[in-house]
């Protein structure tokens, strides 16, 4: 968007002092909610106007969810609170040493900055697949994964070309996280379910769909009876799971892995993320693409620059490489730097963080799902799946759209229809995609 | 969207007559229920694949109800039938002497072909006008005007220069017919509830919004009563009307108008519809640019091309200039033709087409509406709200999201709280948009 030469990044002065934080995710938020009654001068910075519900990305991608469920508009968590801004702009780098960052309407000084951009889409260097692949890590992903998915029917049913047509009904999803098994159950679930109604001109049983994993086992956070149990229920679901193999390219619709080529028109790229790093921040504070912090969320070398969430790395013995890039830690991380803003101001010594694991999930697909729950106890099927949704349900309460997404939920329960398999946007690959 | 080579409108053959339907609007929608025990091979072609609930696009542009919520897949009416196919084209033009139709991807014969293709925004030939303002006829339209508002006012607290800042403060709405009435009404709801609590740096008390109307009156479809009882509404709501008044241009963010002028980064183009003819047509049929049909809706100078909705003109003693471009008539219209094919394909006599005129109404906002009753009778207020609401709710049942469209409205009545404020795709004006 170009920026109009009128605009500047103005914020009121105020004696108090004055908290930047960029990035409005799970971190960002938490973390803006808990400091509602510290006397600091509170200020928001994200590029869109709304929080995202990223744990259903999934869903939206597979017209389960409407975007706007799973979104909510930033400027309500501040409403009421005087000392307290939104702005609406693009950070472009922080400059420590002036305690300053410059965003793409100008520069805002703090005096304490917290860094919670969360994380993007892992290509691992290879632009060739970054330029070809679809990501899954923002609503607009999500609705140009939606689109590409259905226009890729509506255009299957106007070719006569076998090769083309095999390109089009084959669905390739790159990396078997949680994202990954999502998306695969879920388009099981539309090509056994929607899809043939839909489409009566084609033939579903020719429609592949392939979960490609680099390691030797699925959900490789979760323990090993989770990522067993996931893969028996991808097989059931008749996703062909290649374990061990690497994608090294693709180009003219044929994906080269590490063991033979599978011709697509469809990669679904959930491999991986790294941390979202702002420039200007000094290298030495940088390790694995995150942001070295100690106990405190400090990032290493500062005093008043902060981070939190998937982008911060904190050591520790349990830890020795950083919490997991899970949406509870940066929540966790957000609420207990909140607490030690206020101990800081108040002049009481602030406590380290310390990560309370609830458990995770990951859902499969109708009555099917895998929960590991703290002391090692592991859930699977539907009492999972409940549990997974019960969960969801809970967190999207506040949202507002908790009644939207569970109409949605019940209506496609009861009925195996899905509402929003709609084209809203003609998309184009390699077009307007971010990262 | 650039097409592939491999492509190509390929309809399986058969004994039966094929019905070719462009456009799966009201009209088409009705017909192409209408024909399911038909005798005949159904195609239906649109360019997106949903159809629109248009009366409702206004809500979606101010940010009350999901793009989805007034959305229904196109495919799932064709659901079951085996004679019926749905092609996601664009139609380029008829070939009538041929029985062929073109499109994006190749041509298509016909036995009849149904001319549904509604209408566009009408910018009386002013380019000028129509590269700036912006329209209200598709979900992308509402989309990119709810961006457009939302992006106004995020840029708004961004500006310190005045002139500019006035600029984002006003908008215009061309147009008093129910589409600028009902946007102008759900604009006052923001101002007045959602948008000072969202922006609390702003004054909204500098916020104008203006309707500006060409001829004496408001709702010039609907009765007298209506129109002076949408103009007081208009008027308590802090609307500024001006009647009797032409915009002449819009440039460097002025409205010139045919007496003085504003200032507005936002200008909303209700201002008339003009019918959807595809290329191909002879200039004999057509008359106000629309398709000029006769009793039957089959359009002049041809037996087996028919015109519904929207784009045709089916003049009678009661409509010397044809019907009202209505919803209504739309539908009626479609369910006609179908019996009409029945009758003609078992040799009976077709009967003409008779617009039963059910009422019209207009909302202009919380317990504030007007409704002409058959019989001469007008109500207006609370109840006509309620008639409005009910009305609304029953004809989108079939859509599924009925239940999505009245959460939203039963929160939004309980809260004064719209949920779906979120600007999803940056818009940028003057690119990317539709007519």
Redesign the interface.
Known sequence: ??I?E?????IPESNLPRIVIIGGGFGGLKLAKGLRKTKAQVVLLDR???HTFQPLLYQVATAGL????I?G?L??TF??N?NY?F???KVTGINPGNNEIETT?GNLTYDYLVIACGSITNYFGNDDIKKRVLPLKR??HA?DLRSHI??NF??A?????KT?LQQMMNIIVVGGGPTGVEVCGALSELKKHILP?????LDFSAMNIYLIEGTDRLLNGMSKASGDNSLKYMKKLGINVQLNTRVEGYENEVVQLSEGNIESSTVIWSAGVKGNIPGGIDASAIERSRLVVDEFNCVIGSNNVFAIGDVAMMKSEEYPNGHPMLAPVAMQQGVHLAKNFKKHFSGKARTPFKYFNKGSMATVGRNKAVVDMPGGFHVKGLLAWLIWMFIHILYLIGF??K??AL??WV?SYLTY?K????????F?RNKGKGS
Chains 1, 2 share one sequence.
């Open positions: 968007m170009a109009p009128h605009l500047s990044l103005t869109n106007n709304f409407e975007p706007d469920s979104a508009p400027r309500q409403e009421g005087p801004f702005r609406m702009v309407v609503i607009v609705l259905l226009q509506e255009q049913v106007l070719t006569q070309d083309k109604r839909d489409y009566p001109d507002r759209n009644l939207i109409n949605n209506w229809d509402g929003t398999r709609l084209i809203i946007r003609t184009q």
